[in-house]
């Protein structure tokens, strides 16, 4: 998911009642192979998060943020502080949906859409489909999630770690620069990386050889043993009026999310059959 | 009036206040005592004795000055911007220094106006005046990410050794804060790049050292890393022996920051 609606996200997380929080809920907030510094991360959802207090009437300081771009690290907070809401990737979320009771809550809906496609991209014609890409190298951000790349975006038919040489980056600008050189034989990239690729200056053209099923934008995630369904409920009304409150639309423009939907828990259970089935 | 009329009047009130949204009203020097009767041709003429090094109540002096010139010949150098930016820069209470910098940026604008546009350093603090102004408020931030570029890349095609490479650090620094393409104009290979050439080119400035020791660091690999332990020392060492007045304090703080967030891989406080 974008890191930007990530951090929007994080802005929007709500106590579960009016009453004063004597101690801040922290939220975990996880952006596997980001660019993103954990403190200016930090710095920035904790400015939202005052928005968001004021906007809804809550306490100033209700809630307090942690931000990671590391799945290990993730994976040990959310252990760690057991936290009620959560915003991270959908591969963490099929990863620890079982061991910590999540629940999906709440969509970003980015250009109309609640989900996106992943894209391998290459050099035009120097390959043809994926099946060529054997042995040869593979960058990009979303590899810091190999086994979601495995079983989600390549549907469970090819182990990435197997069939490719993988060369993980934090920047996805960085691995188009090396595709571009010929240093890598191809980068997979997400929808807004795609969509940003036009604004970039290649030398060589490239094209898709690989394009995922439409797979769901993951936002919110819940502890469905933790908060109640009336707390879930309250909090996905909160986020469903962020984009229309005049503070909450500019972040929300800024960000260019045009709004959060409510979770239909039908869309992310093709994803969750994929997973437990994949290899 | 209609609906659409009182939306293109808000329109243009919003224009007219500024896009940037930075705080108008300017911090109070007019009632200053004991300032040294001076004129802002005088002022022109000194500016070089005007800096980091200059006292508090000399600065605000010369400000208040500089606000009530009216000459377009004055106002179309960088002065102005340049004494907010410094009172701004040592300024703790954040409304003050916010103030100061927005302050910084308007005279900056007044000097565009006044064909002040080849000018590197007129550019040079608007970039950094209004970096300053917006960097507590992420949105706004965000929001001035263009144009803040726009203004540094003039300022270093313009006057690249201004302020000890400041425009290779503060650009340097920005491509490496930035959120990264796509959603925004950070670049790790553009800030590595400029930051290595500004502690190249000005070995002197301590800030040169920590702000490419962020970079190096960011990268996290073992060389980089090491590296960043070794600027960063660099650094340090040349904030703690060198004069630099009154930006020695702020800069401390920057050098302690990092410091804070790098933990064991930078090395043990220097003793002062």
New interface residues.
């Given amino acids: 998911m974008?890191?930007?609606c990530l951090i929007i996200i994080a802005s929007l997380l709500t106590p579960f009642t009016a009453n004063a929080t004597p101690k801040p809920e922290m939220i975990v907030v996880c952006y596997p192979g980001g660019?993103?510094?954990a403190?200016?991360a930090n710095?920035?959802m904790s400015?939202?998060l005052r928005v968001v207090e004021r906007v809804g009437q809550w306490q100033a300081n209700s809630f307090n943020s942690l931000f990671t771009v590391k799945s290990d690290e993730c994976r040990k907070q959310v252990a760690e502080k057991n936290p009620k809401f959560a915003i991270i990737s959908l591969g963490l979320y099929l990863e620890l949906r079982s061991q910590h009771n999540l629940v999906p809550v709440v969509q970003p809906k980015i250009k109309g859409r609640t989900s996106e496609r992943y894209r391998v991209m290459a050099q035009k014609d120097k390959y043809k489909s994926l099946d060529e890409l054997k042995g040869k190298t593979l960058g990009g951000t979303a590899l810091e999630e190999p086994s979601f790349i495995g079983k989600i975006v390549f549907a469970g038919k090819y182990d990435p770690a197997s069939f490719f040489v993988l060369k993980s980056s934090n920047?996805?600008?960085?691995a188009l620069?090396s595709l571009d050189k010929g240093e890598l034989d191809a980068v997979i990239l997400n929808e807004?990386?795609f969509?940003?690729l036009a604004?970039?200056q290649m030398k060589t053209p490239l094209e898709a050889i690989f394009t995922s099923e439409e797979i769901p934008l993951m936002g919110v995630v819940a502890n469905s043993t933790t908060t109640t369904a009336e707390e879930r409920a309250r909090f996905s009304k909160a986020l469903e009026g962020m984009c229309s409150d005049t503070e909450g639309k500019?972040?929300c423009d800024?960000?260019g999310v045009e709004s959060f939907v409510t979770v239909d828990a039908a869309v992310f259970e093709p994803m969750v059959k994929l997973w437990t089935e994949g290899k | 009036m209609s609906k659409a009329r009182l939306i293109l009047a808000a329109s243009i009130l919003a224009f007219l206040a500024g896009c940037t949204g930075l705080q108008r009203d300017h911090v109070q020097t007019d009632q200053l005592a004991g300032c040294p009767k001076q004129t802002a041709a005088a002022l022109v003429l000194e500016q070089n004795q005007l800096g980091p090094s200059s006292d508090t109540h000399t600065l605000s002096c010369a400000l208040t000055v500089l606000r009530d010139t009216k000459d377009p010949a004055i106002r179309r150098t960088a002065l102005g911007s340049r004494v907010c930016f410094h009172l701004a820069e040592r300024e703790t209470k954040q409304e003050n220094r916010e103030k100061l910098a927005a302050e910084g940026v308007r005279f900056a604008e007044a000097s565009l106006a006044q064909g002040g546009t080849n000018d590197g350093a007129v550019h040079y603090y608007l970039a950094v005046n209004l970096g300053l102004a917006v960097r507590?408020?992420?949105?706004q931030a965000?929001?001035n990410l263009g144009r803040l570029e726009a203004e540094m890349k003039q300022a270093l095609a313009l006057s690249p050794d201004l302020d000890d490479g400041g425009p290779l650090r503060v650009l340097g620094s920005l491509y490496l804060?930035a959120?990264?393409?796509?959603?925004g104009i950070?670049?790790?290979?553009k800030a590595l790049e400029l930051l290595e050439k500004a502690v190249k080119e000005h070995p002197g400035h301590p800030l040169n050292h920590l702000f490419y020791a962020q970079a190096l660091w960011?990268e996290g690999d073992e060389a980089s890393l090491s590296q960043s332990k070794a600027e960063f020392a660099l650094g340090q060492k040349l904030l703690s022996e060198g004069n630099w007045g009154y930006n020695k304090e702020p800069w401390k703080k920057e050098f302690d920051e990092f410091r804070q967030?790098c933990g064991e891989t930078c090395p043990a406080q220097q003793a002062q």
């Fill in positions: 974008r890191k930007t660019a993103v510094n403190k200016d710095v920035a400015s939202m920047q996805a600008i960085r620069r807004q990386q969509g940003g604004s970039l500019k972040l800024l960000f | 507590e408020h992420p949105t965000v929001g804060k959120p990264a393409w796509p959603s950070g670049d790790r290979d960011e967030e």
